[in-house]
């Protein structure tokens, strides 16, 4: 199975940390979207979409769309799981079922993250050239996380 994993200490509490993940606001600033409904509670609704990127990959076409997933365990300021996990391209077929959990400990330090995306399809290609750009995305997205919290007034 294909899978991101993806660590970092940030400067803040563990319940802040996890709830940048779910506050539309919070989405808006670090991870660039603009629309979501993330509800932190077992059941909940995991929904976030982006505007289509004027960039076209060879495989995935425009970047951007919806990733939706269903939350199947939230435990406040310490952990949460999205199951059935889609991404919704703007051009083609969506991509999924995906997996992606974050667990928070805290360090002297801060909290330290760990993130975990994973799910993958071995015979389609799109699924390998998810892999390879959301990777990026993903590195670039948690940076940006870490400094929205570590920066906020």
């Known amino acids: 199975m ?12 563990p319940a802040a940390v996890l709830e940048a993940f779910f506050d539309a606001e919070a989405l808006a600033t670090w991870w660039d979207v603009s ?3 993330c509800v932190p509670r077992p059941f909940g609704s995991f929904a976030v979409e982006w505007e289509p990127t ?15 997933g269903t939350v199947v365990e939230f435990t406040p300021g310490r952990e949460f799981f999205v199951a059935d996990l889609y991404w919704q391209p703007p051009d ?4 999924g079922p995906m997996a992606l959990e974050a667990r928070c ?5 801060g909290t330290l993250l760990h993130v975990r995306q994973s799910g993958h399809d071995e015979a389609n ?11 990026n995305g993903w590195i670039t997205a ?9 920066h906020r007034g």
């Open 54 to 68: 004027e960039w076209r990959d060879d495989l995935l076409g425009r970047l951007g769309g919806v990733f939706h």
């Open 105 to 109: 400990s805290q360090e002297l330090a």
């Open 125 to 135: 290609q799109r699924w390998t050239r998810y892999y390879d750009v959301m990777s």
């Open 35 to 37: 629309r979501s409904v």
């Open 92 to 95: 083609g077929d969506s991509i």
């Open 142 to 150: 948690l940076h940006g996380l870490k400094k929205y919290l570590e």
């Open 2 to 13: 294909r899978e991101f994993v993806h660590s970092l200490l940030i400067k803040a509490p």
